[in-house]
Each structure stands twice: as structure tokens, then as C-alpha cells.
């Protein structure tokens, strides 16, 4: 059994060390810390983990699983702002829904329309990103470059969503910082045209100092902040 006052305070070293990473990053884009938002994603670790982050005044909390989410937000007191950050199945949108605040991985056109009708019916307007595979990985999902910005176009246009910016998730082997570049010159097109897309979901935890140089407004850290997974999660 994990003891939570021990989990607190090994917790609240890596917050205070990864904020202060994180504004060293921001401010060498010549940007203000606050430009950058830290989402822990708790995937694998209990609710508690969740409460003790939220007790630390870390509100953003991210999740991969859509039945992992519904399962925390109902066992939790505390409030925080969920982010779904995993593939998205169309038949666990209800899930998902209205109960994040942000849905990053919006990876096919199917899947944000059954994201807008679920939100319509609720009477809500779903904020999400889209996912683009900007390292061209052949393993990860996402819309290819060329394929992102008429992808972002026909997702707009579905009532009940709102595409407030991109996502992406790099390929672990070799220099990310080329592919984070690719999706903020994305990021910057869009934005001429569509001013309400403008967050960029990139950096983990193993590259997240290098996303914020190339302009990353959200970084998604799990093991940086949490210590290690165990390995089939
Ligand atoms: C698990 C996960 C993260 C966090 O990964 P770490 O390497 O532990 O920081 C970020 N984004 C997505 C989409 C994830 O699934």
C-alpha cells in the first residue's frame, strides 16, 4: 500500500522541479511560464495520485483510457480539468464527453463527429485538438501533415466540436525538435486563418524542455512527475 504523505512529498520535489525546467524552457522561447501548461497524466497510477496533485495545486491531469477517466473522476473529491490523451474508440465517447475539458487526440473524422453529436446532445460544445502523426511514424495514429490542415477544415465545421489547436506525440527514437518545429509552422497557418487554434500538445516527459523551445502551450508529463509505469501499461 502506498503511503500518501510520502507520495506528497516525493510529489511536490518533482512539481517544484519540473515548473522550474519548464519556465527555463518558456523563457528561453521568450515566453512567461504561464504560457505553458503542465498536465500530469496519471495513466496506471490510483485516484490518490490524482488527489495529492490536486492537493498540490496541479489542476491539469491528463488520462489515455476512456474507462480509467470516468472511473476517476467519479472516485475523486477534489475538481480537476481532465485531458483525454489516448486513442479514442467512437463506442467510449460517452465517457469522455463533457467530462474533459480537453480531448488532445482527435485522430479521424469519424471520431470527431461522433465527439459532436454526443456534445449536441448534451447541449455542450466539445473543445479538441487534432492529432498529427508529425514525425511521419509508422506506429502512431494521428493525420499526416499533409492531411492536417483539410482535416482540421471538415473538423470545424462538425457541430458540437471545437478545434482549438494540434497535438502530436514524436517518435521515441531520434531528434524530436524537427517534427515539434513541423507542427508549430502548422500551427502558425491555421491560426491565420482560424484565430481560436492555437495550443500546441507537445513534449513528454523525456523531451518536454524541447517542445517548449519550439512553442509548446501544453506539455503531457507522466514518469518525469510520477517515477516509472509499471511496463505493460
Ligand atoms: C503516457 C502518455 C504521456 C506521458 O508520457 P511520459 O513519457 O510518462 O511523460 C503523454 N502523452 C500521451 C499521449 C501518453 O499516452
Redesign the pocket.
Known amino acids: 500500500m502506498m503511503d500518501v504523505t510520502e507520495v506528497g512529498a516525493t510529489l511536490a520535489t518533482r512539481l517544484a522541479a519540473v515548473r522550474a525546467r519548464i519556465a527555463d524552457a518558456a523563457a528561453r522561447s521568450g515566453r512567461s511560464p504561464s504560457a505553458v501548461t503542465l498536465?500530469a497524466?496519471t495513466?496506471t497510477f490510483p485516484v490518490d495520485v490524482v488527489a495529492a496533485l490536486s492537493a498540490l495545486g496541479q489542476r491539469d491531469v491528463?488520462e489515455?483510457r476512456a474507462q480509467e477517466l470516468l472511473a476517476k473522476d467519479r472516485a475523486l473529491e477534489a475538481t480537476v480539468r481532465w485531458h483525454f490523451?489516448?486513442r479514442l474508440q467512437r463506442n467510449k465517447v460517452a465517457a469522455v464527453v463533457g467530462r474533459a475539458g480537453l480531448i488532445?487526440?482527435v485522430d479521424r473524422v469519424p471520431l470527431a463527429e461522433a465527439i459532436g453529436a454526443r456534445a449536441t446532445g448534451q447541449g455542450r460544445i466539445q473543445p479538441v485538438l487534432v492529432q498529427v502523426n508529425a514525425g511521419a511514424d509508422p506506429a502512431k495514429t494521428g493525420f499526416t501533415l499533409a492531411e492536417a490542415e483539410s482535416a482540421v477544415d471538415r473538423i470545424r465545421a462538425i457541430d458540437g466540436v471545437t478545434c482549438l489547436g494540434l497535438?502530436t506525440?514524436p517518435q521515441r527514437e531520434g531528434d524530436p525538435r524537427p517534427a515539434f518545429g513541423r507542427l508549430r509552422a502548422l500551427r502558425d497557418d491555421l491560426r491565420a486563418r482560424f484565430p481560436e487554434v492555437t495550443h500546441l500538445s507537445m513534449g513528454?516527459?523525456?523531451d518536454?524542455e524541447v517542445a517548449i523551445e519550439e512553442g509548446a502551450t501544453m506539455v503531457?508529463?507522466?514518469?518525469?512527475?510520477?517515477g516509472p509505469?509499471t511496463p505493460d501499461a
Do not use: D, T
Request: charged share 15%; aromatic share 4%.
Open positions: 498536465i497524466v495513466k491528463g489515455s490523451v489516448g488532445h487526440s497535438m506525440i513528454m516527459s523525456a518536454y503531457r508529463l507522466g514518469e518525469a512527475l510520477l509505469r
